[in-house]
């Protein structure tokens, strides 16, 4: 089975609001709401996959960012290790880079269904963390 590292940015704006890109239709999981990011390449760190994967899809430069968790998933055919980043402090203004469509949502009002379900578990702790 094929097993993929995974940088992604939970880049949360002063208002509690987070930035999130929609999955293409042409991806697995079309149409779904995620957090930002994506493979970390051989010889880099999950620090330095997340900050050139900002800047590839959302423009920013990452100034500062805290490691928030580290999730295992496995797919029929793939295995995953998502390490997920929060993103507080970063130069420019995210939007989507690549054509995406990305919006702003309050962190109170994510919704765990709207996402993949590896990064579900973390939408709920986000949320849990505001309540």
Avoid at 40 to 63: D, P, Y
Avoid at 69 to 90: C, G, P, R, S
Avoid at 107 to 125: C, K, S, W, Y
């Amino acid at each position: 089975m094929k097993h993929l590292q995974v940088a992604v940015g939970i880049i949360r704006n002063a208002r509690q609001e987070i930035f999130l890109a929609r999955r293409s239709a042409s991806a697995s999981m079309a149409n779904m709401w995620e957090f930002p990011g994506g493979k970390v390449e051989e010889g880099e760190s999950a620090l330095q996959g997340l900050k050139r994967e900002l800047l590839e899809e959302t423009g920013i430069n990452v100034v500062d960012a805290n490691l928030f968790d580290i999730v295992e998933h496995a797919y029929d055919d793939l295995h995953v290790t998502l390490h997920f980043f929060l993103v507080e402090q970063w130069q420019g203004e995210p939007y989507g880079r690549e054509g995406q469509p990305s919006r702003w949502v309050a962190q109170t009002h994510l919704m765990a269904e709207d996402f993949p379900p590896a990064n579900q578990g973390i939408v709920a702790r986000l949320k849990s963390e505001i309540a």
